[in-house]
Every structure is written in structure tokens, then in C-alpha cells.
């Protein structure tokens, strides 16, 4: 439990609810139900172990934040997360409708335990420790199955790393939803891409022989089209979606709109992830101050890249 003064309420409320949220408990010295919530409130801080952060407002000293958030009565409880206000209840509430209210908006213990697997997850690949990696994602996935971004960083390890009857089986769920996750769907195509290189005998051909077929015949897009899933499974990638447009260019329907599907795919799998909800508004901190980096500056390349290359189908497309 923290107690609030308007000092450190950028600190200890809004910058700390970007990582875990932060449940504000506005109240007052003369309030007889305050003095009945705030018992309930620790008991279950404690609880929860974590999962949430309460801080304490005393109004009648710090009316400057009461006034903020337009507080009228006492005791009111504001839940904040990624730096914002997302729900709250006024007046004393029973054991039973806090823990409710709080498991309406809080991740469980299996989420957090998935999303703590994913950080370390990265740092061990940052690391180079790719089999170590893999664990940890199996273990993130094991803690919470509901967990998308720990499936697809999962699925698309496993795809690099030559699991493909793995990933091929982790996928089959995401892929029968409706509306279609696009992101599996871009796994998807990958992963056919990496099998067509396993299995087909033009998995082993040069780039010149695919160069000289396709000279005798530019509507040959058989042969464009596995020289471009080979490029994809090589990642070079815009050597594939150029190839992938020629074909779209040509004939934007031919088998099925293979074309456009793995050049779609491709595009998705070169998108930069979104940021982390304590990571809002990339490239500033809760304060609004602009951060400029490496990391920043690949993201923008990255976007660019992906922006130009999205210009190009719908063009191709028209």
C-alpha cells in the first residue's frame, strides 16, 4: 500500500500503473465506510500478490488529485492502468464484489506467469540461447493456452528453427477462428513456404534455373511462385514479394490468390509488433518525453518498408 500526495502521484500512480495496475482508493479521515473498505482493500493486496498495486488518496489533503478525478463522495476507487483510468465503484463494497471487480480487469496468475516467460524468452534469444528460448515459450503457452502473442512468438521460433509438426499443430486452433487471425494465417504461409523447400525437388534449385525458366515464359508462374515461397523461407523477403508481384500484376486470381495470400502473409510477418501497454505511445515515457534509439529508428525503417511495399500491392491490385 502506498499513500498518495500529488509529490509522487506521476510517479507511484501513473507511471507505475504502465506496469502493473494501480487500484486508488479515495478517502477521508471523517468517513465511516472508508474505515470499512480499507481492511477488505490490504487483505486482498496481499492476496493478490502482486497482480495489483493500492495506493491511498486522502482527499482532504490532496483535493488537487480528487478534483482530477472529479471525485463527489468517498470512499471511490479508481483502477489504473497503462496510465489511464479504467474502471472504479463508489461506497463500501463487500469482499466478494472487490474481488470481482478486480478479476474483471486484472491478469490472472497464469498471464502474468506467461508474460514473465516471454520477457525471458527474448533476453535468452538476445543471447543467443535459442533451445532455451523455446522452453520458456513452451512454458509461457503451458502457463496461459489463451495467450496469443506467447503462441505466436512460440509457433514462429519453432518455424525457424525447423519444428515444423509442432508449429503446424499449435496453429490448427487460431487458424479455424472466425474472423481469421492474421497473424497465424501469415505463420501459416511461412511454414509452407519452409515444408515446399523440404519436399518439393525445386526446393534445391539455383535462383539462375528459376531465372532462365521464367525467361522462356513470363506467365510461368508456377515457376514464380516457388521461387518466391523459397526466397520466403530463406527471408528475403523482398526478393519474394517482388517475385509475388509479378505474378498479382499478371493475374491477381491465378491459384486461388496464392499470390496475394503469401505476399499478404509476408507483409504481416514484417510488421512491427505492437507495443506492450506500459510502452503506449512508442517513443515517449509516461511523461511525454520523446525517446530516441536504435530500436526506434529499426521500427521506423521496418514501417517504412513495410508502408512502401503495401503501396505497391494496392497498386498492382487496381
Known amino acids: 500500500m502506498i499513500d498518495v500526495t500529488i509529490e509522487n502521484f506521476?510517479?507511484?500512480v501513473v507511471a507505475a500503473s504502465m506496469q502493473t495496475p494501480v487500484l486508488v482508493d479515495f478517502w477521508a479521515t471523517w468517513c465511516g465506510p472508508c474505515k470499512t473498505l480499507v481492511p477488505t482493500l490490504e487483505k486482498l493486496e496481499v492476496e493478490y500478490a502482486g497482480r495489483f498495486t493500492l495506493a491511498k488518496v486522502d482527499v482532504?489533503?490532496?483535493q488537487q488529485i480528487a478534483g482530477m478525478f472529479g471525485i463527489r463522495s468517498v470512499p471511490t476507487c479508481i483502477l489504473m492502468i497503462g496510465?489511464?483510468?479504467?474502471d472504479g465503484f463508489m461506497g463500501a463494497q463487500t469482499e466478494g464484489q472487490v474481488r470481482d471487480f478486480l478479476d474483471k480487469h486484472l491478469p490472472s496468475e497464469g498471464e502474468l506467469q506467461a508474460e514473465a516467460e516471454v520477457d525471458e524468452a527474448q533476453q535468452m534469444l538476445e543471447a543467443g540461447d535459442t533451445q532455451a528460448a523455446l522452453g520458456k515459450l513452451a512454458d509461457a503457452l503451458a502457463a496461459d493456452p489463451t495467450n496469443d502473442d506467447a503462441r505466436f512468438d512460440y509457433v514462429r521460433l519453432l518455424i525457424?528453427?525447423?519444428?515444423?509438426?509442432?508449429a503446424a499443430s499449435l496453429m490448427m486452433e487460431p487458424l479455424k477462428r472466425i474472423p481469421q487471425v492474421l497473424r497465424f494465417e501469415a505463420l501459416n504461409q511461412w511454414l509452407q513456404c519452409m515444408v515446399f523447400v523440404q519436399q518439393d525437388e525445386r526446393g534445391n534449385w539455383p535462383v539462375e534455373q528459376f531465372d532462365a525458366a521464367i525467361a522462356q515464359n513470363k506467365r510461368d508462374f508456377d515457376t514464380r511462385f516457388a521461387k518466391a515461397r523459397i526466397l520466403a523461407a530463406e527471408g528475403q523477403w523482398t526478393a519474394s514479394m517482388d517475385e509475388l508481384l509479378e505474378i498479382i500484376m499478371r493475374d491477381k486470381?491465378?491459384?486461388g490468390q496464392a499470390a496475394r495470400k503469401l505476399y499478404v502473409g509476408i507483409l504481416e510477418l514484417l510488421t512491427p509488433a505492437k507495443p506492450k501497454k506500459q510502452d503506449a505511445v512508442p517513443g515517449k515515457t509516461a511523461g511525454g518525453i520523446e525517446l530516441v534509439g536504435k530500436g526506434g529508428a529499426e521500427q521506423d525503417e521496418a514501417t517504412a518498408l513495410v508502408n512502401s511495399y503495401r503501396r505497391r500491392?494496392?497498386?498492382a491490385l487496381n
Open 160 to 166: 525457424a528453427t525447423g519444428g515444423y509438426e509442432e
Open 253 to 255: 486470381d491465378w491459384n
Open 10 to 12: 506521476e510517479t507511484e
Open 60 to 62: 482532504d489533503a490532496n
Open 313 to 315: 500491392l494496392s497498386m
Open 83 to 86: 496510465g489511464r483510468p479504467v
